[in-house]
């Protein structure tokens, strides 16, 4: 059964940084990539920063320059470093990690999300 521990959320100050860190059960190169969302009240969840399991990263744009994904694989963690946060981004984020199964469809698993707050 995959599970997905997120921790690092919190309250920050406009301009500071925060890391987000998603610990999987397994290996995280069983997952065919490992992202992070964020979704606020009442709105769809969006993609913030994925990784591939070959290493390939996007961005949504609204963050590139100031968000970076990385990961151990030793560690089966996969990392968002956040810097130069805005109050904008106050936000939950969630670690999402998938599987594309024999169909083609995806596998999708979600982390519980953690809660970051950047104030004025």
């Known amino acids: 059964q995959v599970q997905l521990v997120e921790s690092g959320g919190g309250l920050v100050q406009a301009g500071g940084s925060l890391r987000l860190s998603c610990a999987a059960s397994?290996?995280?190169?069983?997952?065919?990539?490992v992202g992070w969302y964020r979704q606020g009240p009442g709105k769809q969840r969006e993609l913030v920063a994925a990784?591939?399991?070959?290493?390939?990263?996007n961005y949504a744009d609204s963050v590139k320059g100031r968000f970076t994904i990385s990961r151990d694989n030793a560690k089966n963690t996969v990392y968002l470093q956040m810097n130069s946060l805005k109050p904008e981004d106050t936000v939950v984020y969630y670690c999402?990690?998938?599987?594309?199964?024999?169909?083609?469809?995806?596998?999708?698993?979600w982390g519980q999300g953690t809660q970051v707050t950047v104030s004025l």
């Open positions: 990784i591939t399991r070959g290493g390939s990263t």
């Open positions: 397994g290996s995280i190169l069983s997952f065919n990539a």
């Open positions: 999402n990690a998938r599987k594309f199964n024999s169909m083609f469809s995806p596998d999708d698993y």
